[in-house]
């Protein structure tokens, strides 16, 4: 055990890179480091890397000339601060990061953190590494769980990875070049990191994985679907709410649509990423799905549980889109009628099928294309959060609000919530009932019952109510 010395973690683009920084932050606190939440007191920072799109890799060389500064400064002070890249741009970009930016001393890929103790001891002692290859070894029982103080710091919500890779090759997509291929996590492990969460006080925890309902991890009795792991953790004490992100809509199996009917700690919120209405952008996309087939799947899914809210993702601006395949996207929109969803313009990804493609869409319509479809997102998210207004349901309270006496918490739905409480609420679920609605998050007030249980999400409202007239 070395003195302790300070560690900054920057993640950036999605929710996995949040759940691997955390256990990079505890795979290195035995190490003796400790959080902070200031770069310019670290001596290690790790920048925790996307490369879905060219803008987020960017961003990455940017915040690197800004720590190569403090790096100096620290170093005209005397002392040494040691800068790592890890993630998705680590994984694809290798030793062109330190060839592009020298301050950088480590670059370590995705599936090699549990490395980081050993990776980080050559570093002090001069070298300069480059550690992307996928090794034989199973990085996530490796890695060194959360401490309870961890787990306990960082809240009552928590997301676990219980697949990672992908195997679909969308072609607009790196993720099956940096993360890989698909894997899925051996239940017993998951069942026991969510004990442990469950343990310190969690009561919602979020299943990630780049295509997670592809999830089949080796159970007692053969491979689980994500089902019967949802199903299993269900049954953990404490663990009152269940979600899971991000879905393909082929994987969206028969179990799991009913999971939605049949367990209450299934949240009533789906994020099923559409891409495109056009089934022309589709094919091209490799999605392997049709327009019809998509809305098949969240028909199925709207029988099973009537109130599910739905997130999507679109990319506008695929090669060879028209304004007519842009139209229909459009429709589709209005068709489902969505609670949210990100939008992106296309970016090429070297080395992806997209790339190559005849017929790039320029850039200002890839642009004009997105300010409508944003528009036309944030109408459906308007009319679904105001198909709440006056409803009661029960939210799970998060952390402190902006003013004095106010929590946040979240709805079933995963829309933020805002509301007069006392602080001794938080982690546990009150109703709520909901008396304004803004673009972004709802406020309330406390119901008359605290008892969440009894006014429960009411299955029976169907969708198309709780979206409202006029969307
Ligand atoms: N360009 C734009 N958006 C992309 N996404 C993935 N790759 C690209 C790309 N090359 C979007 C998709 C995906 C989300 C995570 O990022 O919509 O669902
Ligand atoms: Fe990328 Fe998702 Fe397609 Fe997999 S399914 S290639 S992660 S967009």
Redesign the pocket.
Known sequence: MTSSRKLYVKSFG?QMNVYDSQRMADTLAPEGYVETASVEDADLVILNTCH??EKAAEKVYSELGRIRRLKEAAAADGRRVLIAVAGCVAQAEGAEIVRRAPAVDLVVGSQNYHRLPDLIGRVERGDKVVDTQFPVEDKFEALAPPSVAATRARGVAAFVTVQEGCDKF?T???VPYTRGAEISRPVERIVHEVERLADAGVREVTLIGQNVNAYHGAGPDGPWSLARLVARLAQIDGIERLRYT?SHPLDMADDLIAAHRDLPQLMPQLHL?V?SGSDRILAAMNRRHTSTDYLAVVERLRAARPDLALTS???VGFPGETEDDFAVTLRLIDEVGYSGA?S??????PG?P?ADMADQVEEAAKAERLRRLQAAIDKSQAAFNRGCLGRTFPVLFERPGRYDGQLVGRSPYLQPVQVEAPRGLIGTIAAVTVTEVAANSLFGTLAETTDAAQVGVDANLHAPDLIGAGA
């Open positions: 999605c879905i799109r969308c607009f997509c790196v991000t990423p891409q993702d679109f990319i990100f992106f313009k296309y970016s090429p990804r992806t997209g």
